[in-house]
């Protein structure tokens, strides 16, 4: 069964700290990994997203990790706000076919000021 | 540029009544996905469509339905609803091409089955 693990479930950060959320899949057949924001009652929104010939991606404050042998990968806040202060959601998909992306479970952040 | 469009925002019905939601996608998108998310849990992958065809269904029963239309909107049709179809249902949309599949959602709409 094709899964995407997320931790931690929730997440409290003081303003200016980093914020650390990880992911792990196990279908070696992935291929895409982005990572999208929602806030409550709003859909989900991409952040960034990253793709396995690369082992890091940076967008502004917003950066990901990822460890292809390790099959995981993570996404850094840094110097945190309390507009970050949303659920943050990982997923996984493959490239052509089927565009269906399998998400976590979703960390709930909580940036205090 | 307006984003992915998606009506009704708020439904409720019945146990046992059908539904329809409604999605427009992107100017220029051609692929549409549909998504269930469940409070507390991320969205799971309903269909996507492509130019009008099943690209991609996932594991939902026969009581779930889709289409696309020739200007690329869609319906989702969920017949019979259950308690448990109570959920906010996304629509997402992206161009469809390789390495140009990046999803966009819209704000979803919410559905209480009671």
């Known amino acids: 069964q094709q899964q995407v693990k997320q931790s931690p479930q929730s997440l409290i950060v003081q303003k200016g700290g980093i914020s650390i959320i990880n992911c792990a899949y196990e279908?070696?057949?992935?291929?895409?990994f982005p990572w999208y924001q929602q806030f409550p009652g709003k859909g989900p929104a991409l952040l960034i997203a990253?793709?396995?010939?690369?082992s890091e991606k940076k967008e502004g404050r917003f950066t990901i990790s990822f460890n292809k042998s390790a099959k995981q990968f993570s996404l850094h806040i840094m110097d945190s706000q309390p507009g970050d202060s949303a659920t943050y959601f990982c997923a996984a998909g493959t490239q052509g076919g089927s565009e269906k992306l399998v998400f976590g479970k979703g960390t709930k952040l909580t940036v205090n000021p | 540029d307006a984003g992915v469009t998606q009506s009704p925002t708020h439904l409720i019905k019945t146990r046992g009544q059908h539904v329809t939601l409604r999605c427009s996608p992107i100017?220029?998108?051609?692929?549409v996905s549909w998504y269930q998310q469940v409070l507390g849990q991320g969205p799971q992958f309903i269909f996507q469509?492509?130019?009008?065809?099943?690209?991609g269904r996932g594991n939902f029963p026969d009581r779930f339905s889709a289409r696309q239309f020739p200007n690329y909107s869609s319906e989702l049709n969920v017949n019979a609803l259950l308690l448990g179809d109570s959920a906010l249902y996304l629509c997402a949309s992206s161009f469809g091409r390789e390495r140009k599949q990046t999803q966009y959602f819209g704000p979803g709409t919410r559905l209480l089955v009671l």
């Open positions: 100017s220029g998108h051609k692929s």
């Open positions: 990253i793709r396995p010939d690369v």
């Open positions: 279908n070696t057949a992935f291929d895409y």
């Open positions: 469509y492509y130019e009008k065809e099943e690209r």
